[in-house]
């Protein structure tokens, strides 16, 4: 008989799987992580200094959506959002990053973002 998973269960695997990921990052002020978080509704990036522990830079999806009354973050907007924190992090002296995806898979809106900072100018 198979059980299911508990809330607790999934949480425990979320949170070890993130720590997973983030253990092989190491990041510094010359070269800083860039955290990606998708929720349900929105799209969050973040340039943080992990020896300070500091956050040099961050920006929503409100940021390229502007007054369009969409739900949800497409594909096409997570492009957009990646090449703007591209452009406003070079703007800081930001040329390359540790790209931190989380707990995500590296596909959909999260490959989106890290192509859309490439294709600004950062380097991974």
């Not at 500091?54 to 999806?61: E, G, I, M, N, R």
Request: aromatic content about 4%.
């Amino acid at each position: 008989m198979i059980m299911k998973e508990t809330l607790k269960d999934i949480k425990k695997t979320r949170v070890r799987r993130q720590r997973r990921v983030r253990a092989s990052m190491r990041s510094n002020a010359l070269k800083p992580r860039m955290s990606v978080h998708v929720s349900g509704q929105h799209l969050y990036i973040q340039f943080i200094d992990d020896e300070k522990g500091v956050t040099l830079l961050a920006v929503s999806d409100a940021l390229v959506k502007g007054d369009k009354k969409t739900h949800h973050v497409t594909v096409e907007v997570a492009k957009e959002l990646g090449k703007k924190a591209a452009e406003l992090a070079k703007a800081k002296n930001i040329e390359t990053v540790v790209f931190d995806r989380g707990r995500r898979a590296y596909h959909g809106r999260v490959r989106a973002v890290a192509e859309g900072a490439r294709e600004g100018g950062l380097i991974f």
